[in-house]
């Protein structure tokens, strides 16, 4: 005769998996609305991802881009060259202590273009919260700060 302890009640559910099942489908919804904008400005989401960084972080390596966005650096490198051959983005000349690294920065063509997906997405978030009901619209103002935290942002 096996001895197994008899089990407890089933312990309530956490309020944060609760939350965390509320949010998910909500926020990969909205991801994806954000996305399709992106495409509709001839941009793919990861494209604009990488324009993105490489915007904040002017004179990037490839290596270190590749690190930053968990990618190989052949697949790095092939998306880099996809993104010079569309005008998006440079090379910056080897810096004098290491000629081996080759950084890339954002052309007046790839500001361009994370300008209009910003302004693409921005419309769209726009559009979408005007039809919320002004409580609505404040308990996502309310809620954007720890969204941003949420999402990794300092």
């Known amino acids: ?5 008899p089990r407890g009640p089933t312990p309530p559910r956490d309020d944060v998996h609760a939350l965390a099942e509320a949010l998910r489908p909500a926020l990969l919804r909205v991801s994806r609305h954000l996305r399709r904008e992106a495409l509709k400005a001839g941009v793919s989401a990861l494209d604009a991802q990488l324009l993105t960084v490489i915007k904040k972080n002017p004179g990037i390596g490839g290596g270190e881009l590749a690190e930053l966005e968990q990618m190989t650096r052949p697949s790095m490198s092939s998306h880099l060259k996809r993104l010079e051959a569309a005008g998006w ?6 810096r004098a202590e290491d000629r081996r690294r080759v950084g890339v920065r954002l052309t007046a063509a790839g500001q361009a273009a994370l300008a209009t997906i910003r302004r693409r997405r921005n419309d769209w978030l726009a559009a979408h919260l005007a039809a919320l009901s002004p409580e609505a619209r404040a308990a996502i103002a309310a809620a954007a700060g720890a969204l941003g935290q949420l999402a ?3």
């Open 1 to 5: 005769m096996s001895s197994v302890p």
């Open 89 to 94: 983005i440079n090379r910056d000349p080897a």
């Open 152 to 154: 990794g942002d300092r």
